[in-house]
């Protein structure tokens, strides 16, 4: 089956840096989405990609789908603490509404 | 705006008892998902229905049934239950034409089994 190996697996960063954290899938997507999930709460979807390529923002949140359309990027600019939670990319191929999760990028923010 | 209402919140059950996670969505999506989430392993599928009437196997099935009452509510059984069950459980729900929504989670239920 499908498989999304996301990194990495945490990260501790400074409040104001900027954060990076991308998936790669073994297999072609067509839609690539990014989830954050708050401590104690079940995720919330970020950002949607549809396209090959596409670059698509949401606040200081930046996210694009790779032109192999096998790997996604998510970017957070200047990072505060309320941005520390455990973000998941998630795909789906051709003709499926079924989504693949990766394992999650945990976020801690020192002030 | 409820989205996806999971209860209880919290359950703490012993080895061997019988419990059922309910969970019930308003936005009238045809599928529902019953996911368990464990440090370091993500989200990890036990049941899905594609459709009211209709149930299958995910990656984790063992140890659980499900049940899609209607097209609103989808539960999640333990008949006996062990403590490799103690997790952390979210219902979720999409449409079924398209993944550009992808899906809606509720906010989880804790489970702890002694």
């Known amino acids: 089956g499908q498989q999304l190996n996301q990194s990495p697996q945490s990260m501790f960063i400074q409040e104001g840096e900027d954060v990076s954290m991308n998936c790669t899938s073994s297999s072609i997507f067509n839609t690539w989405l990014w989830y954050k999930q708050d401590p104690g709460e079940g995720p919330v979807l970020l950002i949607a990609l549809y396209k090959a390529g596409e670059l698509t923002s949401n606040g200081r949140l930046t996210a694009q789908f790779g032109i192999t359309r096998k790997d996604s990027f998510l970017n957070i600019s200047a990072s505060i603490p309320s941005d520390v939670g455990i973000y998941f990319c998630?795909?789906?191929?051709?003709?499926?509404?079924?989504?693949?999760f990766g394992k999650g990028t945990k976020l801690s923010v020192i002030p | 705006n409820a989205g996806v209402t999971q209860t209880p919140k919290f359950q703490v059950l012993k080895t061997g008892q019988s419990m059922t996670l309910q969970c019930a969505q308003d936005?009238?999506?045809?599928?529902m998902y019953w996911y368990r989430q464990d440090p370091g392993m993500g989200l990890r599928l036990i049941y899905y229905s594609a459709s009211e009437g209709t149930t299958d196997k995910g990656e984790v099935p063992n140890g659980y049934n499900v049940s899609r009452l209607n097209k609103r509510e989808f539960s999640l059984r333990l008949e006996s239950a062990a403590p490799s069950q103690t997790s952390v459980y979210f219902c979720?729900?999409?449409?079924?034409?398209?993944?550009?929504?992808?899906?809606?989670f509720g906010s989880g239920t804790r489970l702890t089994v002694v």
């Open positions: 936005m009238n999506h045809n599928s």
């Open positions: 998630a795909g789906a191929g051709a003709g499926s509404y079924q989504l693949t």
């Open positions: 979720a729900s999409s449409e079924t034409t398209s993944s550009g929504n992808g899906y809606t």
